[in-house]
């Protein structure tokens, strides 16, 4: 699950965010925050490329908002170039961007 999200115009999830489940498995990120989401993911060491980013169009029904902060997390999404665990989290960085996870329950 997302627990911070930080890029070029700052921090915007502190805390336990909930709602974006993240899934990384052969080659392939994918998850769910109103609409499904996934790309492709290749991991050499901690470097990361993650491309071909795509979501399904469905309105949702959830919070005011959600919407942004889909489209907000898939465009850093783009931009990581690294992965690494600190301090029990999974941690993606890029280029102003900083995405950490906790492993849901």
């Not at 795509?54 to 850093?76: N, P, V, W």
């Not at 999404?77 to 999974?90: A, E, K, M, R, W």
């Amino acid at each position: 699950m997302l627990t911070s999200a930080t890029d070029a115009q700052g921090t915007w999830v502190d805390g336990a965010a909930g709602a974006t489940l993240v899934t990384i498995e052969d080659g392939h990120i994918s998850g769910q925050i109103c609409n499904n989401w996934g790309g492709d993911i290749a991991i050499t060491g901690s470097t990361v490329v993650v491309s071909s980013l795509y979501s399904t169009k469905m309105a949702c029904d959830k919070t005011d908002g959600i919407m942004d902060l889909e489209m907000r997390f898939l465009d850093d999404l783009s931009l990581v170039t690294s992965i690494g665990l600190v301090d029990g989290q999974l941690r993606l960085t890029g280029d102003a961007v900083t995405l950490e996870f906790v492993e849901g329950d």
